[in-house]
């Protein structure tokens, strides 16, 4: 059974405004000569340059923290004189992203990614995509984790057959930080999985709102990260009942993976939203990078994120990274692109046209 839904907001007002003044903030974070771990020949290109990494956020924020990190380290693995952080905020990461897209591809501008964003985004025909999120010239994953559905703390569902008990009586709720962000999606998904009616609420200003309208039960459901989640049981404003994945949490038996809980024709929705969420925050440099170039790209990414220096200092700045090579991020990335489920792109398309 289909699932019907409709999308409300918590105010009654069916927008959230949330707009970014342009920031452009260049900070030499790395100068260093090339290490002897340095591969030879076609990274020699990077003596002497300076290599530009975008973040499409403002300073002060967790996407700039790992931009920084990231340069931090990443500078002195690949020779170059420089690697320079510039924040370029904008259309939610679009105007950033659409730049990088057209930039030469000569290997000195790479970006920091919201993957999840960008391919959502791509897929669902969202206004201002001018770039094709496969395409890219990609480095490698900084972080990512998986995404969980938690409902409130002391509320009466455990199981499917419990909201189905709820539903029956009225519809179930879900919040969402707002239209076009990723749990708006994602609510949108679990609407239709589940099989109820739903609404989903929106107008909140952020996750940490959208929690805490949780732990009043005023929602029956919310979706977000995995730490997102966890931060909130500390706060005792959510209990996590499922990972949208259809693997389970490492160390958290208790959360039962979407694909045990919902009708086996979901799985194919499942694991593309799980794709999307997977690649995280993610380095890419232009398309068509010329091989030699992304390769020492890679191969310096690859040994930054694997120092103990940046790990011990993500640690402390409570910035976790979980690495992913460039050739694995690209198939990551393309078997969403290329292989999305019909109904996963009408729902995005619907998503995206509210």
């Known amino acids: 059974m289909s699932a019907l839904?409709?999308?409300?907001?918590?105010?009654?007002?069916?927008?959230?405004?949330?707009?970014?003044?342009?920031?452009?903030?260049?900070?030499?974070?790395?100068?260093?000569?090339?290490?002897?771990?340095?591969?030879?020949?076609?990274?020699?290109?990077?003596?002497?340059?300076?290599?530009?990494?975008?973040?499409?956020?403002?300073?002060?924020?967790?996407?700039?923290?790992?931009?920084?990190?990231?340069?931090?380290?990443?500078?002195d693995e690949l020779g170059?004189?420089?690697?320079?952080?510039?924040?370029?905020?904008?259309?939610?990461?679009?105007?950033?992203?659409?730049?990088?897209?057209?930039?030469?591809?000569?290997?000195?501008?790479?970006?920091?990614?919201?993957?999840?964003?960008?391919?959502?985004?791509?897929?669902?025909?969202?206004?201002?995509?001018?770039?094709?999120?496969?395409?890219?010239?990609?480095?490698?994953r900084v972080s990512g984790e998986p995404d969980v559905i938690a409902t409130a703390p002391n509320g009466s569902i455990k199981s499917?057959?419990?909201?189905?008990?709820?539903?029956?009586?009225?519809?179930?709720?879900?919040?969402?930080?707002?239209?076009?962000?990723?749990?708006?999606?994602?609510?949108?998904?679990?609407?239709?999985?589940?099989?109820?009616?739903?609404?989903?609420?929106?107008?909140?200003?952020?996750?940490?709102?959208?929690?805490?309208?949780?732990?009043?039960?005023?929602?029956?459901?919310?979706?977000?990260s995995l730490s997102g989640g966890e931060a909130a049981e500390k706060a005792e404003t959510a209990r996590i009942l499922w990972s949208f994945d259809t693997e389970a949490v490492p160390g958290r038996p208790e959360i039962k993976p979407l694909s045990e809980v919902v009708d086996a024709k979901f799985l194919p929705l499942i694991k593309a939203q799980a794709a999307v969420v997977a690649a995280g925050r993610a380095l890419a440099a232009p398309p068509k990078v010329p091989e030699d170039r992304l390769k020492c790209l890679r191969d310096a990414f690859d040994r930054a994120m694997a120092s103990e220096k940046l790990l011990d200092e993500s640690k402390k700045i409570n910035r976790p990274v979980a690495p992913l090579d460039g050739q694995k991020m690209t198939t990551l990335v393309r078997s969403v692109t290329d292989d999305a489920p019909k109904d996963y792109l009408e729902l995005l398309h619907k998503a995206y046209a509210q």
């Open 80 to 140: 170059a004189a420089n690697m320079i952080v510039r924040n370029q905020p904008g259309a939610g990461g679009l105007l950033a992203t659409n730049q990088t897209w057209t930039a030469k591809p000569d290997g000195l501008k790479i970006q920091l990614m919201s993957v999840s964003g960008m391919i959502t985004s791509e897929l669902g025909g969202a206004d201002g995509v001018g770039f094709k999120s496969g395409q890219f010239s990609w480095i490698g």
């Open 5 to 75: 839904f409709s999308f409300r907001d918590a105010a009654g007002v069916g927008r959230r405004g949330a707009r970014m003044l342009p920031l452009v903030l260049p900070v030499v974070l790395a100068a260093a000569f090339a290490g002897p771990a340095q591969a030879a020949d076609g990274c020699d290109f990077y003596k002497g340059k300076t290599v530009e990494l975008i973040v499409p956020f403002s300073a002060g924020g967790g996407f700039d923290a790992y931009g920084r990190l990231v340069a931090k380290y990443m500078g």
């Open 160 to 224: 499917l057959d419990d909201v189905k008990k709820i539903a029956a009586d009225r519809k179930i709720r879900i919040g969402s930080s707002g239209v076009g962000d990723i749990d708006y999606i994602e609510a949108g998904l679990l609407a239709k999985m589940l099989g109820v009616e739903t609404d989903v609420i929106t107008g909140f200003s952020g996750s940490s709102e959208v929690y805490a309208s949780l732990g009043r039960d005023e929602l029956d459901f919310f979706v977000s």
